[in-house]
Structure formats: C-alpha cells, structure tokens
C-alpha cells in the first residue's frame, strides 16, 4: 500500500505538469461550422500529404562531370545501316588510332536487299524517324520524363519483306557489333572492297570508276555500348537521300562515357552528339575527297555519372508534420473568427434579453399570492418610539 501510495504520487506530479490540457466533454460545442471546417481541413492535409510524399519518392537526377580514368575499357558499337548501292560494290571498315583496322574489331554482316520499302516498311521507318525526331528537338523539354519514366529512342526495326521485287537487289544493310579500343577512329562506308595493309588499309575504288556512285542511306542503329533508358541517339531514324552522285557526307561524333544509376537500372554506357557535313566531290571543281560515309568518332576527357538522390527521411517528416501542424492551427483561427462573427449577427439583442429577465424576476404574477413578495418596510412611528 504504501509503495502504491508513492505512486500515486508521482504520478499526481506528472499530471500537474501536464501541458496539453483537456477540456471536458460538456464544455466541447460542436457546431455545424466547425464540423465544416474539419471537414475542408482533413482533405487539405490529405491532398498537402499525398503531394509530399511523392515529392519525396520522386528522387532528383544528378548529373556528375568527372575525369575519365579507365581508359582500357573498350567501346562496343551497335551498326544497322542500309546503303542504295549493291553490297558487291561497296565496303566498310574502321581504322582507329590506333591503325588497327576492322578485322581486328570484328566482321560487319552484309545483306542484299533493296532500297525502295514496302508500304508496311516505309511506314513502320517514317514512324520511328517522326518519333527520333520530334525526342532529339524536344530533350530540354521532356528529359526528365525520359529518364524517370525509362523512355529512350526507338529502334528502327523494319518488318521484313512480304513479297521481293522481279529484279536484282540494288541495296545493301550492313548490320552488326563491333569491340573497339577506345580510341578516336574512324569508321567508314565508301567504294571498293577494303585491302588490309600493315600500316592500314586501301579499298579498290579504282575497279568501280564507271559504276555510279549513290551513297542514299537510312540509318536504323547507330549507337555505342548497351542500350539505356533516357538517352538518345541522334542519328537513329535519320535518313540521307543523294540528289546527285559522288556525295561525301560526314559525321563528327563525339562519343561521352556514362554510367548511369538509377532506379530502372545500373549500367555503364556511352552517349553521343554529332555534327553532320555533306559536299558533292568534283575534282574539276575543286571539291577533292572520296564519295562515301564517314564516320569520324572522338572520346570525351570527362565522364557523366548520373544517379538519384532523394531527400533526408528526417527533414521529410520534419516537414510533413509542420505542414499538418499549420494547416490545422490556420483553419481553427479562421473557425474561431467565423464562430464569433456568426454568433454576433445571430443574436444581436442578447444583452437585452438578460434585461428583461432581470425585471420579469421582480414584477409580481397577479393571482398567485404565494408569489407575491411581502412588504418589509417598517412603520416610521414604530421606529420613533
């Protein structure tokens, strides 16, 4: 007993120090307004919380420059490319800084075929070239979605031929993966086989001088590493029609490594921007080189990371309850100021009526004596004597 006493005590004293104060239920008014306002209120806290916490789970983007130091690493490229020549007439190689020439990477696969589509395959390209285009003018708008949402560019992929025309193929894809040192080279698509060379490579164009020459292209896949969400490949649905023969075009490639970070996926890659240059070749003219495609690639110095980072769980709560906490005490000042203007302009003639009750109180009610106040005074003779 006494031991209970003593808390009973204690916990007497930590009632006293209570700070959060309860008023008694049959002093709580409730009132149409305030249940109004509770109302309104809980829906606004709702709405404010639903919005940070997705606020919270929608993790920002950072994008990181920094030096790029693993320079054994090698650079895998994704080639997909229709020429409007025959393949028996055209070849392709790459030749690095290396001087390594492409039977050191690998073997591009050669497939006939013929330039002009179906009404199927054109549409099927046009929809894809529609789409790469309007993602590569549209980035700056959309490249979060891009990235947040796992959204990246479509590859060209044709549906295969139905019927073949009655006659000899006049085009050739060239469609492949090659490993290459990661270093500048240059990749390339012009007139003639290639003959490898120690120091090098030569192609036997001179075979060909009374071919013409139409280096039309359509380029379905030109990319470097694995593919990845939020990225885009410029040249991918591009397409190049020669209007006259012996066109030179040119493709300056700066290539980015990226490693990426994120919560679709982790992935080491690389990105591009290009510069494009096309020019007929007329030696009588002045405009010497060789007809073809040329792709002349360069690596960045710097590296992109890019990752999510989310705000601290700490600082989030700190905030949501802060906004829950002021949401209520700014709707209870406004349901106090409405109460008390409510109430004043429903009972205007309060005080009056308490008058009144105080006079009705001392008028006596006729006909009933036992509620009739006796006289008190006292006869002034009385007092006299």
Request: net charge neutral; aromatic share 10%.
């Amino acid at each position: 007993m006494i031991r209970y006493r003593g808390k009973k005590k204690v916990i007497d004293k930590v009632k006293e120090l209570d700070a959060f104060s309860k008023v008694p239920e049959e002093y709580v008014d409730s009132t149409p307004v305030g249940g109004t306002f509770s109302v309104i209120t809980f829906f606004i806290i709702m709405w404010l919380v639903y919005s940070e916490v997705t606020y919270f789970l929608d993790s920002n983007l950072v994008f990181k420059f920094v030096p790029d130091t693993d320079m054994d690493e090698k650079l895998r490229i994704n080639i997909d490319i229709t020429i409007a020549m025959p393949c028996s007439n055209i070849g392709a190689d790459i030749l690095d800084s290396t001087s390594q020439s492409v039977f050191g990477f690998g073997e591009l696969q050669e497939e006939d075929t013929w330039w002009e589509l179906t009404q199927e395959q054109q549409d099927a390209f046009d929809a894809v070239k529609y789409i790469n285009s309007y993602l590569r003018e549209e980035y700056h708008s959309i490249w979060q979605l891009l990235w947040k949402k796992g959204h990246g560019s479509v590859r060209a992929t044709i549906p295969p031929r139905k019927t073949k025309p009655n006659r000899r193929p006049d085009a050739c894809r060239l469609h492949g993966v090659l490993i290459l040192n990661k270093v500048a080279g240059n990749f390339h698509i012009t007139l003639g086989k290639s003959l490898p060379l120690p120091r090098g490579h030569i192609h036997l164009n001179m075979l060909f001088d009374d071919v013409p020459q139409n280096f039309s292209h359509r380029i379905h896949r030109l990319s470097f590493g694995s593919p990845a969400n939020g990225i885009i490949y410029p040249l991918e649905g591009d397409e190049k029609i020669a209007t006259e023969e012996n066109i030179l075009y040119q493709y300056f490639i700066e290539v980015v490594p990226t490693d990426i970070d994120t919560a679709f996926e982790s992935i080491k890659t690389f990105q591009y921007a290009v510069k494009e240059l096309e020019r007929p070749i007329s030696h009588h003219k002045g405009s010497h080189g060789v007809p073809g495609l040329f792709f002349k690639y360069d690596m960045a110095a710097l590296k992109i990371k890019v990752y999510q980072e989310r705000e601290n769980l700490l600082q989030f709560m700190l905030r949501l309850f802060s906004i829950i906490g002021g949401i209520y005490v700014i709707i209870s000042f406004i349901n106090t100021i409405v109460l008390a203007i409510r109430t004043k302009l429903l009972n205007p003639t309060e005080p009056d009526r308490y008058k009144k009750s105080d006079n009705a109180r001392s008028t006596p009610v006729a006909g009933n004596p036992l509620l009739t106040p006796a006289d008190l005074n006292v006869p002034l003779d009385l007092l006299r004597q």
